[in-house]
């Protein structure tokens, strides 16, 4: 191998200057050649290097986004009055018969308690005394369950029951309400529906029932007087039987 690099390095040095001027003039192209796929191929690898790094930021920052888990915002409506009013009652039958999703917090602060969540005995306490239970946790609760259904219209039965609710609502879901229903009802016929429903409710005792009523008048008709002003609310004369009642609602939701 030497000997042939040896003779061909004679040839050359014995070859004539032209011929000699065309080798370097070759092998000049050839390496202009090989640079020149060289670079091309190092600007696609740093273009696709560039692509990824764009894609994977893109990809995090759509993992860090908010989830839109509706097509278009729901449509909410409140329904609020004292204990054993009848609520429960009337928003079953609105759903049924004019298709919206009836959420009850108090069923779902019930279920949150039964689920042994972190939430489970706080909310056992502050309900077992009459009490509000925290507005955070209970509009988190509305969140978690108005993004998961597949529904968008929906009643929320027992909310908003003080302004502190109403204000964290605002904050944290932030949708207005179409029509905030107010059930009328005085408290001694309130007492006797709570105290003859026997649904075993640890909150339905006369102690417990007295506590509810008294937060009911300092707590929630703030939030009742709030709506009127802004022309939300509707009440409705909850005495008579559930047929009478829910005539009255009729119009509401027919026009």
Do not use: W
Request: charged share 25%; hydrophobic share 40%; glycine share 6%.
């Amino acid at each position: 191998m030497l000997r042939r690099g040896c003779s061909l390095s004679k040839l050359i040095l014995a070859a004539k200057p032209s011929l000699i001027n065309q080798v370097m003039f070759h092998l000049h192209k050839l390496v202009i050649s090989s640079l020149t796929i060289l670079n091309v191929s190092m600007t696609k690898v740093a273009y696709g290097l560039s692509f990824l790094k764009a894609l994977s930021t893109e990809a995090l920052n759509l993992a860090d986004a908010p989830i839109q888990s509706k097509a278009r915002s729901p449509t909410i409506n409140f329904v609020l009055g004292g204990p054993g009013v009848g609520k429960g009652t009337q928003c079953t039958r609105i759903a049924e018969t004019y298709g919206f999703t009836h959420l009850s917090v108090g069923d779902l602060l019930r279920k949150e308690i039964s689920s042994n969540s972190e939430y489970g005995d706080i909310i056992l306490d502050t309900i077992s005394k009459g009490k509000i239970v925290s507005s955070e946790v209970t509009v988190k609760l509305l969140k978690m369950v108005i993004e998961s259904s597949e529904t968008d219209r929906f009643l929320i039965d027992g909310f908003p029951r003080s302004e502190e609710n109403r204000m964290v609502y605002e904050q944290i879901i932030g949708i207005e309400p179409e029509v905030v229903l107010f059930f009328d009802c005085n408290e001694e016929e309130m007492m006797k529906r709570v105290l003859h429903r026997n649904q075993g409710r640890v909150d339905d005792n006369v102690d417990t029932t007295k506590e509810r009523l008294r937060v009911f008048e300092a707590y929630t008709l703030p939030v009742i007087r709030y709506y009127s002003q802004k022309q939300k609310l509707h009440k409705i004369n909850a005495i008579g039987t559930e047929d009478e009642i829910f005539e009255r609602l009729r119009p509401i939701f027919t026009t």
